[in-house]
């Protein structure tokens, strides 16, 4: 009873809300950008962080980066939605950052989903980010080079959020017992394990992971005072499936795990046995399908391109049949992929190409490959010299180029000698060959 005879309202936020970091002491994970010893922790720490956009799942603490930078910056924080706001929206943000501005205050402006903003609304933000009107943090779960147009992007540095670990999820769950100011006051008896099923159940959301354990909480035992938290508790908060591998002692990723190294070792039995015990479990036969067709291109590969196909016909005959067949079908699927050679080569080009691309300089396309749909562009020689490989000997015009000249050597597929990558690998000699005895080399 407050002094003025009113009783104070408990804090009726959502736990996942009420323990919300509000610093950088408090904030779990995304320790690739945010350990003490990164730039742009430095930069929070200091309260001069810059604008960015933040790209991730839900729940990995996309809001959360720009409370504890608004926080660390001393600046006043305006949230917008673009799925709820627009021009008119942003200018009313606008004018009151400007008013704070007028009287020595930051405004940090934080646009949840900023994906869903076109292209003109999106422009609406430039001139005053560089102008310092307010710090620009946009947050989204798309890939911003797509969803996002280049002018936001050159002005905004882009940060990727990973899924929480396990781990630092059991940290989150730890961190809301022990400090929420509610919680703390119960006695709660809660296990270790129960608190790792509560992080696996999560996918590497901290929101999800919070909401669980409240939702465990409020079914839980009271005995004597106490807030018990078992098997049972568990069984009707998590995922059924994820409840009968904790219950048996076998975590469910490490049955997911069993079963994909056993299809690329190359074990069909095996593989057969562990997707069984999924399905004893109470596991999503979707789930399975969804991990072949991985392992179609990450293991398999060009070594045997109809797995891909059997893949996704598994899946399909699933969707169209249902469970007694489709289960079956996916039984199908799993021991010919387990059975078929195996090569990682395109995995391997295609993770080694991206990480070029991302970390190379910017190339220029050469001219003689670039599209010259006007006539400006044919008089300033796009397309020029191209040979159009059709009208090739072989159709295949040796000597040719295709990378910028700075990388024209460079090679990533390296097929093996399993399956039909061995006639891969010849026809690519081959073709090698005759580039290097064509007197038609370019560069």
């Known amino acids: 009873m407050s002094s003025l005879g009113f009783d104070f309202a408990p804090d009726v936020r959502p736990l996942a809300a009420r323990m919300r970091p509000t610093c950088l002491s408090q904030y779990i994970g995304q320790q690739h950008i945010l350990s003490a010893e990164q730039p742009l922790y430095k930069a929070i720490e200091q309260g001069r962080c810059h604008s960015l956009i933040v790209w991730g799942p839900p729940g990995v603490g996309k809001t959360t980066i720009a409370e504890v930078i608004a926080h660390h910056a001393h600046a006043d924080l305006t949230k917008l939605s673009a799925v709820t706001s627009g021009v008119k929206e942003i200018r009313e943000a606008v004018l009151e950052a400007k008013s704070r501005l007028s009287q020595g205050r930051r405004t940090l402006l934080f646009v949840d989903e900023v994906h869903r903003f076109n292209k003109s609304q999106q422009d609406a933000f430039l001139p005053y980010i560089e102008d310092g009107t307010f710090i620009f943090i946009g947050a989204t779960t798309e890939n911003p080079s797509f969803a996002l147009n280049n002018a936001i992007l050159s002005r905004a540095r882009v940060y990727t959020l990973k899924p929480l670990t396990d781990d ?28 790792v099923a509560l992080a696996k159940a999560s996918s590497g959301d901290a929101r999800k992971a919070l909401n669980l354990l409240e939702q465990a909480i409020d079914l839980a ?60 479990g109470g596991g999503d036969p979707l789930y399975v399908a969804r991990r072949l067709l991985a392992i179609a291109t990450e293991d398999i590969g060009n070594a045997d391109p109809r797995a891909m196909q059997v893949a996704l016909n598994a899946w399909d005959i699933y969707q169209r049949v249902g469970p007694s067949e489709g289960e079956r079908a996916i039984a199908q699927a799993t021991l010919y992929l387990a059975s078929a050679p195996k090569s990682n080569a395109v995995y391997m080009a295609f993770n080694q190409a991206k990480q070029d691309a991302m970390s190379d300089p910017d190339y220029e396309v050469p001219v003689h490959l670039r599209n010259a749909p006007t006539k400006l562009m044919k008089e300033l020689g796009y397309g020029d ?40 690998k010849a026809k690519l000699e081959y073709l090698q060959q005759q580039n290097q005895q064509s007197d038609l080399k370019r560069y």
Do not use: M
């Open 168 to 195: 630092e999820l059991v940290k989150v769950l730890i961190r809301a017992l022990e400090q929420d100011e509610q919680l703390s006051k119960l006695d709660i008896s809660i296990s270790e394990q129960a608190l």
């Open 221 to 280: 035992q009271r005995v004597d005072n106490q807030v018990i938290i078992d098997e049972q508790v568990l069984l009707h908060v998590l995922p059924s499936h994820l409840a009968k591998y904790d219950k048996g002692g076998d975590l469910y990723y490490d049955l997911i795990s069993a079963f994909h190294k056993s299809v690329r070792g190359s074990s069909p039995d095996a593989a057969l046995y562990w997707y069984c015990r999924i399905l004893a």
């Open 385 to 424: 010299e191209y040979r159009y490989a059709h009208n090739e000997s072989g159709a295949f015009a040796a000597g040719e180029n295709y990378f910028p000249e700075q990388i024209k050597d460079r090679q990533y597929y390296q097929p093996t000698d399993r399956g039909l990558e061995k006639q891969i």
